[in-house]
Nanobody, 123 residues
Framework: EVQLVESGGGLVQTGGSLRLSCTAS????????IGWFHQAPGKEREGVAC????????YYSDSAKDRFTISIDNAKRTVWLQMDNLRPEDTGLYYC????????????????WGQGTQVTVSS
C-alpha cells in the first residue's frame, strides 16, 4: 500500500509561486505514475500534471503548461510541482495520487491519494 503526503500549499498573490511536495512511502510499483490534481471549491478534481516513475515522462493540462513544472527525485519517492505565475483560478486543494494512470488526467485511474494541500491565490 502506498501512502502519500503533500505539503507546500499556502497563500500567495496573483503572479506568485509555490512549490508543492508529495512524498510517497510504502510499497510502490515502478510502473506507477504520480499525478497532481486540483479541486476548486464546488468542482471535481482535475488533472494538473503527471510524471512517470518508469521513464520520467511528464504530462500537463493546458492550464498548467508553461506555468507549472513537475519533477521527481532520484529515489522516485518525492514529486514536486513548481507552480509559477499563479492565478486566482488556481485556488483550491491540490492532491497527489499514485497509480497505473491511463489516461493520466483521469482521477479514476489512481489508487492512492494524499490528504491534499490548500493553495489560495489572492487577486
Amino acid at each position: 500500500e502506498v501512502q502519500l503526503v503533500e505539503s507546500g500549499g499556502g497563500l500567495v498573490q496573483t503572479g506568485g509561486s509555490l512549490r508543492l511536495s508529495c512524498t510517497a512511502s510504502g510499497s510502490i510499483p515502478d510502473y506507477y505514475d504520480i499525478g497532481w490534481f486540483h479541486q476548486a471549491p464546488g468542482k471535481e478534481r482535475e488533472g494538473v500534471a503527471c510524471i512517470s516513475r518508469y521513464n520520467g515522462e511528464t504530462y500537463y493540462s493546458d492550464s498548467a503548461k508553461d506555468r507549472f513544472t513537475i519533477s521527481i527525485d532520484n529515489a522516485k519517492r518525492t514529486v514536486w510541482l513548481q507552480m509559477d505565475n499563479l492565478r486566482p483560478e488556481d485556488t483550491g486543494l491540490y492532491y497527489c495520487a499514485a497509480g497505473p494512470a491511463t489516461p493520466w488526467y483521469s482521477a479514476l485511474e489512481y489508487e492512492s491519494w494524499g490528504q491534499g494541500t490548500q493553495v489560495t491565490v489572492s487577486s
